[in-house]
């Protein structure tokens, strides 16, 4: 059974910093392009960002773009979304999803999805 679970997420002040795991079971990470979303209160799904399986290339939003960072270890079969400077904009629910596909970066299409890890970014 291919299960992704996301931890990390809390409560950070403006500035601060968390980071975020993406832990996959039943699947090799491998295989699959990871992306990170998040979804804020009355808002739409977001790409935040997304590392590929192919040759680990890295996709950012314009928003995040210099402050997070997405990471891969295989041998512990993770994903993980470094992030700093952190905003009170950057608050909300955070995903992560995968898939085979080698073109999910680009076209933000995802089969397999975590249940999801708050974020609360506020003094």
């Known amino acids: 059974q291919v299960q992704l679970v996301e931890s990390g997420g809390g409560l950070v002040q403006p500035g601060g910093s968390l980071r975020l795991s993406c832990a996959a079971s039943g699947f090799t990470l491998d295989y699959y392009a990871i992306g990170w979303f998040r979804q804020a209160p009355g808002k739409e799904r977001e790409g935040v960002s997304c590392?590929?399986?192919?040759?680990?290339?890295?996709y950012y939003a314009d928003s995040v773009k210099g402050r997070f960072t997405v990471s891969r270890d295989n041998a512990k079969n993770t994903v993980y979304l470094q992030m700093n400077s952190l905003k009170p904009e950057d608050t909300a629910v955070y995903y992560c999803?995968?898939?085979?596909?080698?073109?999910?970066?680009?076209?933000?299409?995802?089969?397999?999805w975590g249940q999801g890890t708050q974020v609360t970014v506020s003094s």
């Open positions: 590392i590929s399986s192919s040759d680990g290339s890295t």
């Open positions: 999803a995968a898939d085979t596909d080698g073109s999910s970066c680009l076209t933000g299409s995802f089969g397999s």
